[in-house]
Structure formats: structure tokens, C-alpha cells
């Protein structure tokens, strides 16, 4: 298999497959996280309509970061938004990214220059390599952290890496680092419903709850 | 390096800026440093113009830059090589074409001479036997030149 | 005997200088991407060289990549290449035909043995046994495999010779297979275009005669020297790229400004060719200048690779037909597994007994 057999190879059925493991994954596990409910609570709610607190607690905690979080970790803590904005920009503001999305959804949008996008995938390269960096030092979260952990921000790592190294053509020909890339991010696709990357799809949720839940039981939110 | 205006050259005439794009402004700072190499050790250099990927208009730039000097010779040899010097001394814009007038390869060349304005040693030795024979024919006399080939 | 003279001196009888030829010489070493400085190592070396014999054999082509030589012929280098040729079989420029045009190709084959630069342009049909495309009754397949085992050098020119090119696009109905797949054991110097560049290819002889050997080759076969850099690279609207400016459609603002084509399907960032720094028509222009995106046509299998006109980056494949179900199999496994939990909760509801504290007796729970 030369390096355009597999080119073709990743870009058309390596991408339905790791397209339609995705899909199904998550499907799968929302549908039946949803359909499982929550236990009643009993207890008498202090607010009457609770679900407000849910709603303004997906924006606190998504958007302005907390007071009371940064305090304590605050390079850690910024480490974690810089990669999330960093992949968000990379991710669907990068003209190729944007372009392959019209071509499977319709859906299009103006994206960045790709200068622009190089210096933020710098970045987002860098506090990744941090956030592994606070994953490795720090007692406790070494501590906690089981394959699944270093094995989602690896699969997250390396698209961002060989992406960078195909733009510069990096330790290799561009077609070979662009079947990387594009290997590695399905892989990403395949994994995400079975690892902590679900995240991306639950996190709406939980954030939700918890803001109800405080909410409910007249916790400042 | 030494950037064009450290090169102590009378008249040399600098565009507006908008006008040097990154690409001539690297190939002048090449062009610098091959002819710093020339100077101080002898070395002649030559830049390949073809496969740089010029925008348009960035060879003109170039060439009005380096402008014209005072030798410009004209060889014709299956169509025209122009060897031109530039206003900086060592640096030549050698040109070759094709007889249809299309360029087949374009040099900058660093170096007290360009070799294709020589005479190649073995056209010289023919040229002497050439000349003695036909100068034997001439006064019927014999003359000691050896053999062509 | 003109065959036995050595280039120079034929050049000479031709009434080329030997500055002429020092400055072809300069012409191929730029070619070539050589520095400057080997141009009179390459003059030695051609001064030397014999006249070799070429068998151009053509299979299942169109005859471009024949043509894009042959216009090229204002006297430059690709002719002085070409003349100190001896291009003994080629049929379409061969004046003889039939029975003793084959037998030029054998009488050749048979003087210059193992000396003979094989020259294969177009696909060769394995389907049926081959009987989809023969010569004077001998199947492509068969006068191959005479004719490359006395070759010195073999040279597939063309996308369809050095990977199948449009005959080998699906379905295929022909069994189309690039001459590396039946001389597997071959080096093959493979000089894809759809046509190729006529410098590509003379420069590839031009290599060959000069070194006594095939020039450095890629993982496809292509001469790193012509093949080494992708067009993107070398293109000069790449700053449009990554300035983000792009042509969105063929009559707008950014088209006539000359901005990049990569939103209107050009494959430059994946093709590796010279047409961005060689150009076609004695230097004119290439593709992308005359504002149309590249094709892609010196990669292998570019006929297949989705359409000319899509990003990049579009997938090649209809996703959406195959994602989209994959979204209701989801849906509805999910929604099984779900009304299964719930079952199995009323289940174990329903089996619950009451139980008090005074029921249980120590010791049990």
C-alpha cells in the first residue's frame, strides 16, 4: 500500500468508520444515560423553579471561569481553557477543517489564516504538553490517573502534533504526515465515546444538574 | 549578515520598501554574503533563479535593484547568453536562451568572471593549429603546429 | 560511423560550439537541480556518451504524453537530448509500419543488447489475458516482457505507465496495471503527468546518459529532483494561503486577483510535480497560473480520488450516506439498552418484598 492508497484509504473509509463508531457510540451511551433518569428528591426545594440555576451554571462554568477554582490552580486552571480555546479555534477555524465540514454537513463558516492558526496550534501543543506535565508531577493526580486518562490526552496530543508537523512538513513528507493526521484524529473519533472525551457530549448535562441541584437546595450558583 | 546597505557600492538605488517582498530581500541578503566569500577567500557562488518561487515581478524587482554595471557581453551561442554586470562589481546576471528567445536557465553569478565568457584551452590549441595550417597553405612553407585532432 | 562518434563531436558536425554546449550543460545542471558548479562534470560526462538507442513502446494511452515531447521542440535541451538519440521503434513516429516496424523494435533489441534505454508510455491490460490491447498480434503484456529484458534503463512516462492512470480508473474493465506490476523485479524510474513535463522526461534521459545511472527516486518511483517538492510548496500563490485569501468561484474577486485555488478543489498541497517552477508551453505558464486548481495528475489513482472541484479535504465518499443511518443505530441501541434497564428496574421492583426490621433476625442481611 503506497502512501496515496492509504491517503485515500483515510480520507474516505477510515473516515465512515470512525465516523459511524462515533455516532453510534455516543448515541449509545446518551440515549441510555438519559433514558435512565434520576432518582426523585424527595426533600422540599427551597427554590421553586430550580432549572434557571442549571441553565446559568452551563454558562458560568463554561464561560467566566470561577473565583473560587482559579484560586487555587490558577497556571493549571488557565492551562486547561488555553487548550480547550486553542483546539476550538484549530479544530473548526482552520480552512481545510472548515471545508471538509461543508462537505459533509453543508455547514461553512469564514475561517482564520492559516499563520494565525499555525501560532494557536503552538500553543495549544504547549498547554497540552503542561497540562501532561501536571498530570506527571502532581502526587494526588498521578495517583488517580489509570490508562484511561494518558491514553485520552494522547489521542488528543497527536492529532494537534502531526497536524503541526504536516503544515511544516516535519520529520517527513507532507502526504505521509497528512495520513498520520488524519489516522490520529479518527482514532480520536472512534475513542471518544468510550473514554473521558465523552465529556464533550455530557458535560452540558452534568453542568445542568449541578446547577439545578445547588439551585434546589438554595446554593448560591 | 552584512545587509546590502553595509556593501560599500556607489549608486546602488533601493526601491521603496513595498517594493522589496521577502524573497528578493533574502536573495540580496545571499547575494551578500556569496560575495563576502568571494572577497575574503576567492570562492566564487552562483543562485540558480530557476525553482525559486518568485511572485510575479519579483525578478524585475531584482534585477532593477542590482541594476546594470559597465560590462554587458552577448554571446551567440544557440541563442543568446547575456552576461550582464551588475552595478555590484562580482555580481552577474547571467542569462541564457534558446534561439526562439525562451530563457533555458538564469544565474546570478558571484565571481570575477563567468566561466562561459572564457575560452575553453582545447578550442585555443585548435584554433593556433587552424591558424598555422592555414597560413602554411598560404605561403607554402611548412610550419612545426601538430596534429588537429 | 556517426553511431560510434561521441556526443561532442557529433554536436560539432551539427555546428554547435562547445560554448553552446557548455551552456546546455549549465541549463541541465539547473535542470537537474544540481549546483552550478557540476556543469562541467556534466559536460565531461557528456562528451563521452554514446549514442544509445531508445524503444519507445506505447500501450494503452492517448498519445499526450508523445505530444507534450514533440511541441516542445524549439531547439532546446529537450532536442539536443532527443538528437543524440537513436529512437529506433516508436510507432507513432516511426515511418515504417506493421511487420517491419517489429522487426526494427527485434533488430535493435538484438544490436544494442542490454544497452537500450525502454521508453513505456500508457497502461498495459492484464484482463482476458490481454487480448484488450495488442501490437501486430502480440499482446502489450507480452512485448513488454521481450522487450524490458535487454533494457539498460526502463522509464514509465505517463500516469498511466507508472501507475495505471485512467485506464486503471475504476471499474477498471480492462485489468489496467502500471508496467511496475509486471516487472516487479525492475527498477523503474517512473516519470508521472498527465501529460508529463517534456524537461521532466528529457531530464530524466539526459540523468541516465550523464551518471551511466537513474537518478534518485521516491517511494513511487518519480525522480526526487522533479518530484521532490509538492506544487503547494512551490507555488507562487502560496502567501495567499496562508494570508486566507481565497478564490471561492471561478469569476469572483479573489479569482481574477489571482488568489489561491484550494477552496476550488486544487490538489497542489498532495501532488508533487515541477509544473509550479518548470511551467508548460516553453515556460508559459502551469495550471494554477492560468487560474484552474491543480488535478493532481502525477500522484497514482488522481482519477479516483473524488472530485476535481472539492476541497482537499472533502472526503471522497458520500458520509453522510453511511453516518447518518449510523445515527439511528445509535439512537435506537441506545434506546434498547435503556428500556432494558428500565425493565430489568420494574422487574426487580416487582419481585421487591416488603421488609421490615423486625423480620430480620440477626446475623442476615
Known amino acids: 500500500m503506497n502512501t496515496m492508497e492509504m491517503l485515500a484509504w483515510v480520507r474516505g473509509p477510515g473516515l465512515v468508520l470512525s465516523l459511524s463508531i462515533l455516532v453510534i457510540g455516543v448515541g449509545v451511551r446518551l440515549v441510555e444515560m438519559l433514558l435512565l433518569g434520576r432518582k426523585p428528591d424527595l426533600s422540599e426545594p427551597r427554590v421553586a423553579h430550580s432549572g434557571g440555576y442549571g441553565w446559568r451554571t452551563i454558562l458560568t462554568r463554561s464561560v467566566l471561569p470561577s473565583s473560587a477554582c482559579v484560586r487555587y490552580r490558577r497556571i493549571e486552571f488557565l492551562t486547561g481553557y488555553v487548550f480547550h480555546l486553542g483546539l476550538f479555534l484549530v479544530v473548526f477555524f482552520f480552512v481545510p477543517h472548515i471545508l471538509l465540514i461543508e462537505a459533509v454537513t453543508g455547514l461553512s463558516w469564514p475561517g482564520l489564516a492559516a499563520g494565525l492558526v499555525d501560532g494557536v496550534t503552538l500553543i495549544t501543543l504547549a498547554a497540552l504538553l503542561l497540562a501532561f506535565w501536571f498530570r506527571l508531577t502532581d502526587p494526588v ?49 472512534a475513542s471518544l465515546p468510550f473514554t473521558r472525551l465523552m465529556h464533550g457530549f455530557t458535560l452540558w448535562f452534568s453542568r445542568w444538574y449541578t446547577g439545578q441541584m445547588a439551585g434546589r437546595r438554595g446554593v448560591k450558583v | 549578515m552584512s545587509s546590502l546597505q553595509d556593501i560599500a557600492v556607489p549608486g546602488i538605488t533601493v526601491p521603496p520598501s513595498d517594493g522589496l517582498s521577502g524573497n528578493v530581500l533574502a536573495l540580496l541578503h545571499e547575494i551578500a554574503s556569496l ?7 576567492g570562492a566564487p557562488g552562483s543562485i540558480d533563479l530557476r525553482g525559486l518561487p518568485l511572485l510575479p515581478g519579483e525578478r524585475e524587482v531584482l534585477k532593477t535593484v542590482l541594476g546594470d554595471g559597465e560590462v554587458v557581453a552577448v554571446i551567440d551561442a544557440l541563442g543568446e547568453t547575456r552576461v550582464t554586470e551588475t552595478r555590484l562589481a562580482g555580481v552577474w546576471w547571467v542569462r541564457h536562451a534558446d534561439p526562439a528567445g525562451e530563457t533555458i536557465a538564469e544565474f546570478i553569478e558571484v ?33 612545426g603546429g601538430d596534429d588537429g585532432r | 560511423m556517426a553511431d560510434e562518434a561521441d556526443l561532442l563531436e557529433r554536436l560539432r558536425q551539427q555546428g554547435i560550439s562547445r560554448r553552446s554546449f557548455l551552456k546546455y550543460c549549465a541549463g541541465l545542471a539547473s535542470l537537474l537541480a544540481l549546483p552550478p558548479a557540476m556543469a562541467p562534470r556534466i559536460a565531461e560526462a557528456l562528451e563521452r556518451a554514446r549514442r544509445p538507442a531508445v524503444i519507445w513502446l506505447s500501450f494503452q494511452e492517448c498519445t499526450a504524453c508523445t505530444e507534450s515531447l514533440t511541441r516542445s521542440f524549439s531547439p532546446t535541451l529537450e532536442n539536443l537530448i532527443f538528437n543524440v538519440l537513436s529512437l529506433d521503434y516508436h510507432h507513432t513516429l516511426q515511418a515504417a509500419a506493421g511487420r517491419h516496424a517489429e522487426d526494427a523494435r527485434r533488430q535493435s533489441m538484438e544490436a544494442n543488447r542490454g544497452k537500450y534505454i525502454l521508453v513505456v508510455e500508457g497502461s498495459i491490460p492484464v484482463a482476458e489475458g490481454g487480448v484488450y490491447s495488442t501490437i501486430a498480434g502480440i499482446s502489450n503484456l507480452d512485448m513488454l516482457r521481450e522487450t524490458a529484458a535487454g533494457a539498460a534503463a526502463i522509464v514509465s512516462v505517463g500516469t498511466c505507465a507508472a501507475y495505471g492512470g485512467l485506464p486503471h480508473a475504476r471499474p477498471n474493465p480492462t485489468g489496467a496495471v502500471p508496467v511496475s506490476e509486471i516487472l516487479a523485479d525492475r527498477t523503474i524510474v517512473n516519470v508521472p503527468g498527465c501529460p508529463p513535463i517534456p524537461v521532466v522526461i528529457s531530464g530524466v534521459i539526459a540523468h541516465v546518459l550523464t551518471f551511466g545511472r537513474v537518478p534518485e527516486l521516491d517511494d513511487l ?60 508551453n516553453q515556460g508559459t505558464s502551469f495550471p494554477i497560473q492560468s487560474g484552474h486548481p ?5 500522484e497514482p489513482d488522481f482519477w479516483d480520488a473524488g472530485s476535481f472541484y472539492q476541497a482537499l479535504t472533502a472526503p471522497p465518499v458520500d458520509v453522510a450516506k453511511w453516518v447518518v443511518p449510523a445515527i439511528g443505530v445509535g439512537v435506537a441501541a441506545g434506546a434498547a439498552a435503556g428500556l432494558a434497564n428500565r425493565l430489568r428496574k420494574a422487574r426487580a421492583e416487582r419481585r421487591r418484598q416488603p421488609l421490615a426490621a423486625d423480620d430480620v433476625k440477626g446475623g442476615e442481611g
Open chain 1, 141 to 189: 493526580r498521578r495517583f488517580l490517573s489509570r490508562f484511561n486518562d494518558w491514553y485520552a490526552l494522547a489521542i488528543t496530543f497527536l492529532p494537534v502534533l502531526t497536524g503541526y508537523l504536516a503544515y511544516h512538513r516535519l520529520l517527513g513528507e507532507y502526504n505521509t504526515l497528512l495520513v498520520l493526521h488524519i489516522l490520529s484524529v479518527e482514532v480520536l473519533l
Open chain 2, 35 to 41: 560575495l563576502t566569500a568571494l572577497a575574503e577567500e
Open chain 2, 111 to 143: 565571481t570575477p568572471c563567468p566561466a562561459i565568457l572564457k575560452s575553453d584551452p582545447r578550442d585555443m590549441r585548435e584554433a593556433g593549429v587552424a591558424l598555422r595550417e592555414q597560413l602554411a597553405e598560404w605561403t607554402g612553407g611548412a610550419t
Open chain 3, 221 to 280: 518511483g518519480r525522480p526526487t529532483v522533479f518530484y521532490g517538492q509538492t506544487i503547494h510548496d512551490r507555488c507562487y500563490r502560496r502567501p495567499f494561503y496562508d494570508r486566507n485569501l481565497f478564490a471561492e468561484q471561478f469569476d469572483d474577486e479573489g479569482a481574477r486577483n489571482g488568489w489561491c485555488l484550494y477552496k476550488l478543489g486544487c490538489k497542489g498541497p498532495t501532488t508533487r510535480n515541477a509544473c509550479a517552477t518548470e511551467k508548460w
Open chain 3, 294 to 298: 491543480c488535478l493532481g495528475c502525477s
